[in-house]
């Protein structure tokens, strides 16, 4: 209801014991393709930038590491044990990068991701300390915690109808494109949806054939998509926090080419998080859901978790 009262989402008609009535909009949802087309990534940005801006009536603290621990503790109660790691859709024979070179070899993280960069076998309890891992690496984070979409993806933004696409070239117009199904919108660091948004570049779904996706990870990190994202966000956040003040509250300074490389070694920074919260949201998706069609959901828990551990280093990297 609040989502929709801030003017995100299809507007809301009515409620009823069980259900709800919302607005019918004639459109069709992004492809993958335009996700990353500079026409569509421009305005999603922005809309993106100004979602994560709106106050909402929810607890303002970071959600990322209760959701995961509520999450995987449900996944235990329903008798939830250790994954035989499979790499499927993440391509690559990943050897881990070295952190000794940049901690130096004394440090507590220097042997932290030894070949191979993933567990063979990733147990429950290794899961709880990769938790609290991330736990004490967002307190020592200078970022604000927004509210996040936390899952804008091609099946999640609308492209209202326009009585044809756009002419190649031209960037859509920001008001053409909702932003749907906030089932998983809470506070997190802005850092986080930022990340979501550059690894979701490099994910496609609704493929014909299992796994039914695959993945890209060189795009995850690319510096033009990150540098388009987060430059259109940059421009967004200055018109919504147009005094030095404000610009304060989001750990910004006015200059441009400061800020812009800011938003872009977070986006790097927390690369990691997104795969994780998925990996343990596929786990446990597929305990309790079952083989859904066209879905194989441990296969993606265990390629999310390898992703994690191929971005793990740079929460102390960048």
Wanted: net charge negative.
């Amino acid at each position: 209801r609040a989502f929709s009262a801030h003017g995100y989402g299809p507007k809301l008609l009515g409620i009823f014991p069980g259900g709800r009535i919302e607005e019918f909009i004639p459109s069709r949802t992004l492809t993958k393709e335009e996700m990353s087309d500079p026409r569509f990534a421009i305005p999603l940005a922005a809309l993106n930038a100004k979602l994560n801006s709106i106050e909402m009536p929810l607890p303002k603290n970071p959600q990322l590491v209760p959701v995961c621990r509520s999450w995987l503790a449900r996944y235990v109660s329903n008798g939830g044990g250790s994954l035989v790691m499979e790499q499927t859709a993440v391509h690559g024979d990943f050897e881990s990068k070295s952190l000794s070179c940049l901690l130096g070899t004394e440090h507590k993280y220097a042997m932290m991701l030894s070949t191979p960069h993933f567990p063979k076998v990733l147990t429950v309890k290794h899961l709880e300390e990769e938790i609290n891992e991330v736990e004490r690496f967002l307190e020592k984070q200078e970022c604000p915690s927004v509210f996040c979409h936390n899952d804008v993806v091609p099946a999640n933004v609308l492209l209202r109808d326009a009585g044809g696409d756009c002419e190649e070239g031209d960037v859509v117009d920001e008001s053409r494109l909702v932003i749907i199904d906030p089932e998983y919108s809470w506070y997190n660091h802005r850092a986080y949806e930022i990340a979501n948004n550059l690894n979701e570049y490099g994910m496609t779904y609704g493929l014909p054939t299992p796994p039914y996706y695959d993945t890209d990870v060189e795009k995850m990190e690319d510096e033009d998509l990150s540098r388009r994202f987060c430059s259109a966000y940059l421009d967004q956040l200055y018109k919504d926090y147009d005094t030095t003040e404000k610009l304060k509250t989001q750990f910004l300074t006015g200059n441009r080419e400061k800020d812009l490389s800011k938003l872009m070694s977070e986006g790097r920074r927390y690369l990691a998080l997104p795969h994780l919260f998925w990996g343990i949201w596929n786990l446990l998706g597929d305990q309790e859901l079952g083989m859904l069609k066209d879905s194989e959901l441990l296969l993606a828990a265990m390629d999310r978790f390898i992703m994690y551990f191929r971005f793990k280093s740079n929460m102390y990297e960048y």
